[in-house]
């Protein structure tokens, strides 16, 4: 018996495990390298070949890994004539649109306006996802005037992270959320409790939640971690050859300042006075779109690397551009996860960022 | 660049469309007219030196040179006017309507589909493909019992679809009436005893599958994807009747190229220039052809297949 991995079901190998991504049903399953290695360079396995050559100990695991390929249905059978009628999907990645995801970032001393970054940035560049995030409080009223903004231009979604309003209830949140249907999730942090305060009721949008968690600025942008993954075809083929979080971003920082993102130190000017070619003809605009992960340390061994985000503005060695995330706390040798925070390794970076503060709230 | 959309408010993929002409080419200018749109206005210039030029609503200029994409919707006389009276009916018959008839007889050099392509006659498709030499399930419509019991009988299984439109609306003034069909699966227990008549209805021999193919055309090119729905038992007759938690498996595939050939043929014959096939390979290796559907769905297969239909649309919009 043939089987063939169907063409939407990508093995990715690690150093010491493999993942089986499904691009379709957006979701990943463990499988070991043993049985990744058991497929050809057309992804078939030849059963009979196979089982011929084993004991009948080995035939029982192998009889489990094939089990595990046809109850998620990853494999299907297939006749040697048939071989040609399954093409390849193809890899590419592209986009209709120069930058296709923004990050505004905001405090109580931002003066910068928002009608300037949709005007300025966003409508020329052909953006169509913001992030907004504000560190500190900001009023319905002022979010309902930036909401409003964004609601009636070509934005197709919004996700929110702000700090809680004191006195703000369930009962007032929902409905003024109602009238954006733009809004994918708002998350309220520096909150009491961590709770959902609503699920999804529009197609994915809509989405409430609050969390404890004080996120008073950008240096806590950047955590890798499993719940982060993101299985999707899109994203996948990005990762394969440009950078998972930096490639078509752009940003505004709590200052107005126009940069890669809000956590970097290089400016490309100030949204007041320069435009967005101006900011994008800058050599380094584009200096980290197409770093990939096979190209990084440490990630380039790891099952993960096309499903997590490349942060670049926070590594374990800032001297080194090929350098892993800092805030990873996964050792593809070992497949365990540690706290990232306290690994020694990683002190001095620690230091480096100034991101000790971090960790004292 | 001057290029004319027609189609729904919330349809997806013409905002993905729009997306990919804006990118490509940033000094073109788009009028989209959207779901009913009536006509209250038209003027039609024409002379040699000019050539043909038509406004429409005192601000969509349609010439030559436009672009013009019918993806959905409607374009129109108003109707309210026509039905309050036959007098009104026949003067914009008389008046209008030939011009309208002109619009969508594709004058312009570059277009991806037209109204009129909604109106494309299944019979004459499966006429066309017996004629390309394409295999068809055999085929039968009836009003009779008893010659419905024979074609059962004759093929065991059978399925029954719409004759023409699996999504039909007909409003009156106290309700709104919608009807969807897919395809149904019929064997001689479905059939009464007693003869009895309905409406002329459409019956095909079942025809067992490996996997269902669905191919965009576009100009010439297909874009194709294998179905697997013969693994879950939801999706086994129609792989319309999704199941959402495991969908069925959708991969790319290449048809063979002696029956892209017939179907080619049969798209310009027919004066399409964009459609979906539906298409059966049986066990034994044989393709049927079922249907095409003018105007389809698209972003489902650019998505599963990452094929950037999209994009191959807003090119081939923009690019002569
Ligand atoms: S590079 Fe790092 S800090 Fe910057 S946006 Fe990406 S994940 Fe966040
Ligand atoms: S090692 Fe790299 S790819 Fe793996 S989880 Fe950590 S950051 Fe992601």
Same mark, same amino acid.
């Given at each position: 018996?043939?089987?063939? *991995?169907?063409?939407?079901?990508?093995?990715?190998?690690?150093?010491?495990?493999?993942?089986?991504?499904?691009?379709?049903?957006? %979701?990943?399953?463990?499988?070991?390298?043993?049985?990744?290695?058991?497929?050809?360079?057309?992804?078939?396995?030849?059963?009979?070949?196979?089982?011929?050559? *084993?004991?009948?100990?080995?035939?029982?695991?192998?009889?489990?890994?094939?089990?595990?390929?046809?109850?998620?249905?990853?494999?299907?059978?297939?006749?040697?004539?048939?071989?040609?009628?399954?093409?390849? *999907?193809?890899?590419? =990645?592209?986009y209709p649109a120069e930058i296709s995801n923004a990050i505004i970032?905001?405090?109580?001393?931002?003066?910068?306006s928002f009608k300037e970054v949709l005007n300025k940035i966003l409508i020329p560049s052909n953006c169509r996802h913001v992030q907004i995030?504000?560190?500190?409080?900001?009023?319905?009223?002022?979010?309902?005037i930036v909401l409003s903004l964004f609601e009636d231009s070509f934005i197709k979604s919004i996700d929110i992270?702000?700090?809680?309003?004191?006195?703000?209830?369930?009962?007032?949140?929902?409905?003024?959320? =109602?009238n954006f249907k733009k809004v994918r999730?708002?998350?309220?942090?520096?909150?009491?409790?961590? /709770?959902?305060?609503?699920?999804?009721?529009n197609f994915?949008f809509?989405?409430?939640?609050?969390?404890?968690?004080?996120?008073?600025?950008?240096?806590?942008?950047?955590?890798?971690?499993?719940?982060? =993954?993101?299985?999707?075809?899109?994203?996948?083929?990005?990762?394969?050859?440009?950078? %998972?979080?930096?490639?078509k971003k752009i940003?505004i920082?709590?200052?107005?300042?126009?940069?890669?993102?809000?956590?970097?130190?290089?400016?490309?000017?100030?949204?007041?006075?320069? %435009?967005l070619?101006?900011?994008?003809?800058?050599?380094?605009?584009?200096?980290?779109?197409?770093?990939?992960?096979?190209?990084?340390?440490?990630?380039?061994?790891?099952?993960?690397?096309?499903?997590?985000?490349?942060?670049?503005?926070?590594?374990?060695?800032? %001297?080194?551009?090929?350098?892993?995330?800092?805030?990873?706390?996964?050792?593809?040798?070992?497949?365990?996860?540690?706290?990232?925070?306290?690994?020694?390794? /990683?002190? /001095?970076?620690?230091?480096?960022?100034?991101?000790?503060?971090? =960790?004292?709230? | 660049?001057?290029i004319?959309i027609?189609s729904e408010s919330h349809d997806l993929s013409t905002d993905d469309v729009i997306s990919w002409i804006y990118h490509l080419n940033k000094t073109s200018r788009i009028s989209k007219l959207d779901?009913?749109?009536?006509?209250?206005?038209?003027?039609?210039?024409?002379?040699?030196?000019?050539?043909?030029?038509?406004?429409?609503?005192?601000?969509?200029?349609?010439?030559?040179?436009?672009?013009?994409w019918?993806r &959905?919707?409607?374009?129109?006389?108003?109707?309210?006017?026509?039905?309050?009276?036959?007098?009104? &009916?026949?003067?914009?018959?008389?008046?209008?309507?030939?011009?309208?008839?002109? +619009?969508?007889?594709?004058?312009?050099?570059?277009?991806?589909?037209?109204?009129?392509?909604?109106?494309?006659?299944?019979? !004459?498709?499966?006429?066309?493909?017996?004629?390309?030499?394409?295999?068809?399930?055999?085929? +039968?419509?009836?009003?009779?019992?008893?010659?419905?019991? $024979?074609?059962?009988?004759?093929?065991?299984?059978?399925?029954?679809?719409?004759?023409?439109?699996?999504?039909?609306?007909?409003?009156?003034?106290?309700?709104?009436?919608?009807?969807?069909?897919?395809?149904?699966?019929?064997?001689?227990?479905?059939?009464?005893?007693?003869?009895?008549?309905?409406?002329?209805?459409?019956?095909? !021999?079942?025809?067992? !599958? #490996?996997?269902?193919?669905?191919?965009?055309?576009?100009?010439?090119?297909?874009?194709?994807?294998?179905?697997?729905?013969?693994?879950?038992?939801?999706?086994?007759?129609?792989?319309?009747?999704?199941? &959402?938690?495991?969908?069925? &498996?959708?991969?790319?595939?290449?048809?063979?190229?002696?029956?892209?050939?017939?179907?080619?043929?049969?798209?310009?014959?027919?004066?399409?220039?964009?459609?979906?096939?539906?298409?059966?390979?049986?066990?034994?290796? $044989?393709?049927?052809?079922?249907?095409?559907?003018?105007?389809?769905?698209?972003q489902?297969?650019? #998505?599963?297949?990452?094929?950037? +239909?999209e994009k191959?649309i807003a090119?081939?919009?923009i690019?002569?």
């Amino acid at each position: 018996m043939l089987l063939k *991995l169907f063409t939407n079901c990508k093995i990715t190998k690690g150093n010491n495990r493999s993942i089986i991504c499904d691009l379709q049903r957006e %979701s990943f399953t463990y499988i070991p390298n043993s049985l990744a290695n058991l497929f050809d360079r057309n992804y078939i396995i030849d059963t009979e070949k196979v089982l011929a050559q *084993l004991d009948s100990d080995d035939k029982k695991i192998f009889n489990e890994y094939i089990q595990l390929l046809e109850e998620n249905e990853f494999v299907f059978k297939i006749e040697e004539n048939d071989f040609g009628i399954f093409p390849e *999907l193809n890899p590419e =990645f592209d986009y209709p649109a120069e930058i296709s995801n923004a990050i505004i970032d905001r405090n109580q001393n931002s003066t910068y306006s928002f009608k300037e970054v949709l005007n300025k940035i966003l409508i020329p560049s052909n953006c169509r996802h913001v992030q907004i995030r504000s560190y500190d409080i900001m009023e319905l009223d002022e979010l309902r005037i930036v909401l409003s903004l964004f609601e009636d231009s070509f934005i197709k979604s919004i996700d929110i992270v702000i700090k809680d309003f004191p006195n703000l209830g369930d009962k007032e949140i929902k409905p003024f959320l =109602f009238n954006f249907k733009k809004v994918r999730t708002l998350i309220l942090h520096s909150s009491n409790e961590n /709770k959902l305060i609503q699920k999804e009721n529009n197609f994915g949008f809509g989405v409430i939640f609050s969390i404890t968690q004080k996120i008073n600025s950008s240096a806590h942008c950047g955590i890798i971690q499993e719940e982060y =993954f993101n299985v999707n075809m899109q994203n996948y083929f990005e990762s394969n050859s440009y950078n %998972s979080c930096l490639n078509k971003k752009i940003s505004i920082d709590v200052n107005g300042d126009i940069k890669n993102c809000p956590s970097m130190s290089q400016i490309f000017g100030n949204i007041k006075n320069t %435009s967005l070619k101006e900011a994008m003809s800058h050599k380094d605009f584009k200096k980290y779109w197409n770093i990939h992960k096979d190209q990084i340390e440490i990630c380039k061994d790891c099952e993960f690397r096309y499903i997590c985000t490349d942060c670049r503005a926070y590594v374990e060695d800032p %001297s080194n551009d090929r350098s892993r995330p800092l805030k990873c706390g996964y050792d593809p040798y070992t497949n365990e996860w540690s706290e990232w925070s306290t690994n020694p390794l /990683k002190q /001095k970076a620690i230091e480096n960022y100034n991101l000790k503060e971090l =960790f004292n709230n | 660049m001057n290029i004319v959309i027609q189609s729904e408010s919330h349809d997806l993929s013409t905002d993905d469309v729009i997306s990919w002409i804006y990118h490509l080419n940033k000094t073109s200018r788009i009028s989209k007219l959207d779901d009913f749109t009536e006509v209250n206005d038209i003027s039609l210039e024409m002379s040699n030196a000019n050539k043909v030029s038509v406004v429409v609503n005192n601000n969509v200029n349609i010439d030559k040179e436009t672009k013009y994409w019918y993806r &959905r919707g409607e374009f129109d006389i108003d109707k309210k006017l026509t039905k309050k009276s036959n007098l009104n &009916r026949n003067l914009c018959d008389e008046t209008i309507r030939p011009i309208l008839d002109y +619009l969508d007889s594709g004058i312009n050099q570059n277009y991806l589909n037209k109204f009129a392509d909604n109106s494309v006659n299944k019979l !004459k498709l499966l006429e066309k493909a017996i004629n390309l030499d394409i295999n068809i399930p055999d085929t +039968l419509i009836t009003s009779e019992l008893s010659q419905l019991k $024979e074609f059962v009988t004759q093929h065991k299984k059978v399925i029954t679809k719409p004759i023409k439109n699996p999504f039909i609306n007909f409003n009156t003034t106290e309700y709104k009436v919608k009807f969807t069909t897919h395809s149904k699966l019929i064997t001689s227990d479905d059939l009464a005893d007693e003869d009895y008549k309905f409406l002329p209805s459409f019956f095909q !021999k079942y025809i067992e !599958k #490996k996997i269902e193919i669905r191919s965009f055309y576009l100009k010439g090119a297909f874009y194709s994807m294998a179905i697997f729905s013969q693994q879950n038992e939801k999706t086994k007759i129609d792989y319309r009747n999704y199941d &959402r938690t495991k969908p069925n &498996r959708c991969v790319p595939f290449n048809l063979p190229d002696d029956l892209k050939e017939k179907l080619t043929v049969m798209m310009e014959e027919l004066e399409l220039n964009s459609g979906s096939f539906d298409i059966i390979l049986t066990p034994d290796n $044989e393709y049927y052809f079922l249907e095409v559907n003018p105007i389809g769905q698209f972003q489902w297969l650019s #998505k599963n297949c990452n094929y950037y +239909l999209e994009k191959r649309i807003a090119k081939s919009l923009i690019n002569e």
